[in-house]
Nanobody, 128 residues
Framework: QVQLVESGGGLVQSGGSLRLSCAAPGFTLDGYAIVWFRQAPGKEREEVSC????????YYTDSVKGRFTISRDNAKNTVYLQMMSLKPEDTAVYYC?????????????????????WGQGTRVTVSS
């Protein structure tokens, strides 16, 4: 069981920024692709971004390209999602998940059903 801990969410005005963190107490993230998902009210959980174990392999869903940056610090066992120019439509609970079968991001992408275990998530609210 791999359960990750998300943090860094909050309430921010449109155009603002937040940095989310994904930590893994008792588990080493190094060597695995890490995926950020989000779930807005009334919608399905969707993939937002992915980073491979090296940090060089990254993926972004179209709606966040140019605004979000995913990175990882394997020494700190943490993955980050820097979110800039936030929009009200970014409002959601954000979750991270570890693909323990791959070191690179799976393409064409992930469905939430790929992962059996989820953390509590971190809520991001963007006001207009």
């Amino acid at each position: 069981q791999v359960q990750l801990v998300e943090s860094g969410g909050g309430l921010v005005q449109s155009g603002g920024s937040l940095r989310l963190s994904c930590a893994a107490p008792g588990f080493t993230l190094d060597g695995y692709a890490i995926v950020w998902f989000r779930q807005a009210p009334g919608k399905e959980r969707e993939e937002v971004s992915c980073v491979g174990s090296s940090g060089r392999d990254t993926y972004y869903t179209d709606s966040v390209k140019g605004r979000f940056t995913i990175s990882r610090d394997n020494a700190k066992n943490t993955v980050y999602l820097q979110m800039m120019s936030l929009k009200p439509e970014d409002t959601a609970v954000y979750y991270c998940a570890a693909d323990i079968e791959r070191s690179r991001c799976a393409r064409p992408g992930y469905s939430s059903g790929t992962f059996a275990y989820w953390g509590q998530g971190t809520r991001v609210t963007v006001s207009s």
